[in-house]
């Protein structure tokens, strides 16, 4: 089993924006730390898993990392491209150097040593390797694993069926028949993708949701900067998105959830759906919005309320699930078995023993920076 020469201060987990803003807010106040990355690349999510189109949902004032802004002259909302020219900036200017094709296997705390014990698997040797340090973080993301449902038939469909992260745009889907499944903000962006590439499509919407523009959104967070309450700000979300679209019931089948998106955010991580232009094609019929799926056989895919569809491809914006249960030993405090903190914010991102996690407060790019300055300060402090 191979070990490190020189030990580091901090063993961080995942080299995604939660990652790589660790990293700097440690460098720059001198703290040894080691990025281990599962991935051949930094921010894999964004390099290699993200559709073309996508663009940052909120404003650049609330989605940059600690210390750098986006140029004055850049977007408001920033761009696939761009965010990625960005990380490549950060990279470089905190000099960020993580280990790459390293999956953590198991992680725990020694209490004879006082040490963090970390076992990884090289992907490119095939061995196992040993890491020792004083502080770990686990900044492996909301989305880390890709989740695929268990959907009766599935395997012996005909056609083609991806999970999101394999979609980039609708440029080989023209004049077939797609189905989105999900209504997340990546299902309700792609299917407006596909549909603009002249794709015939479907997407399945199941669960109650908040619709909102990106204005919407970013007045909502003004008004949140400026410690207005939640339920204030809520109220006069929900009260824009109904001027805006009104009965949302017609469209999709589903009425907005009991509580505000704001609220739904931070309770179950549920994300408001930004609307970027697919509800004006759900609403003149463009984009067909179907119930939840029961089982697929061959091209038919059978529907809840006993309809069937053929389509050719099916693209599963299903999100996502994390497995740090499956290598993190011994904390029964921090995180639980969905790999978010038990804490409730702003406390959430400190464990016991020198364990922290960053990213995982369910506010996005927003609360990285929150988590990674707090966790470098609280190291810096402790040393």
């Not at 700097?24 to 703290?31: E, F, G, M, R």
């Not at 909301?142 to 056609?159: C, Q, R």
Request: charged share 20%; with cysteine; glycine share 8%.
């Amino acid at each position: 089993m191979a070990t490190l020469d020189e030990e580091p201060m901090v063993i961080i987990v995942g080299a995604g924006p939660a990652g790589l803003a660790t990293s700097a807010c440690l460098n720059k106040l001198s703290i040894p730390n080691l990025i281990l990355e599962k991935e051949d690349c930094y921010s894999p999510m964004w390099k290699k898993y993200s559709y073309d189109r996508v663009h940052l949902h909120l404003a650049k004032q609330f989605c940059h990392l600690p210390y750098i802004p986006f140029p004055p002259s850049s977007p408001t909302y920033i761009p696939k491209k761009q965010f990625i020219q960005y990380l490549d900036d950060y990279v470089s200017y905190f000099n960020i150097t993580p280990l790459y094709n390293r999956k953590v296997e198991f992680a725990k705390f020694d209490e004879s040593t006082k040490k963090w014990n970390v076992k990884v698997r090289n992907g490119n040797s095939g061995e196992m390797e040993e890491y020792f340090c004083k502080f770990l973080v686990v900044a492996t993301g909301e989305a880390s694993y890709p989740l695929i449902p268990d959907v009766p038939g599935l395997g012996n469909f005909n056609g083609e069926a991806l999970h999101s992260t394999q979609y980039k745009n609708g440029d080989k889907f023209k004049g077939k028949s797609v189905l989105v499944v999900g209504c997340g903000n990546s299902g309700m962006e792609i299917a407006l993708d596909l549909a603009n590439h002249g794709a015939n499509t479907s997407i399945i919407v199941r669960s109650p949701m908040h619709l909102i523009s990106r204005e919407m959104g970013y007045l909502g967070l003004m008004l949140l900067k400026y410690k207005v309450g939640y339920t204030v700000v809520d109220t006069i979300m929900v009260m824009l998105s109904k001027l805006m679209y009104g009965d949302i019931s017609k469209y999709y089948g589903v009425k907005r959830p009991e509580e505000g998106p704001f609220a739904s955010k931070i309770k179950y991580g549920k994300y408001p759906v930004f609307d970027v232009g697919t509800h004006r094609k759900i609403k003149s019929g463009e984009i067909q919005v179907l119930p939840a799926m029961k089982s697929i056989r061959e091209n038919d895919v059978v529907l809840e309320n006993g309809k069937s569809h053929q389509f050719d491809v099916i693209v599963f914006a299903t999100g996502f699930m994390r497995t740090t249960h499956n290598w993190l030993q011994g904390d029964d405090y921090l995180l639980n078995e969905d790999g978010l903190p038990k804490p409730e914010f702003p406390q959430h991102w400190k464990g016991k023993n020198g364990l922290f996690c960053v990213g995982l407060s369910r506010r996005g790019l927003y609360g990285i920076a929150f988590d990674a300055q707090n966790i470098a300060t609280h190291i810096s402090s402790f040393l």
